[in-house]
């Protein structure tokens, strides 16, 4: 029906601004990450760097682990509306 593909497509919308909002997330992690390099001696860089990147990849993490499911879910259910516009 018209209302479940537009739902369809909302559901799908969403999705995509989750990912974004990951995404966005983590490049405000990284610009703080920078910024907080600049306040340390350089030889102390690499064990920052290897401590603070799983921080700032966390909010994509989050995202993906939300999405994910409802992706499935999203796709089961256009699999099975085509299926009953197809009997």
Do not use: C, Y
Request: avoid cysteine; hydrophobic fraction near 55%.
């Amino acid at each position: 029906s018209m209302a479940t593909r537009a739902a369809n497509e909302r559901a799908g919308s969403l999705l995509g601004l989750g990912v974004a909002a990951g995404v966005l997330g983590s490049a405000f992690g990284f610009i703080e990450l920078f910024g907080a390099l600049q306040m340390i001696p350089k030889e102390q860089w690499s064990a920052a760097l290897a401590r603070a990147t799983p921080i700032a990849l966390t909010p994509v993490v989050w995202s993906l682990m939300l999405l994910i499911p409802l992706g499935l879910v999203h796709a089961a259910a256009k699999f099975t509306e085509q299926r009953r516009r197809d009997r």
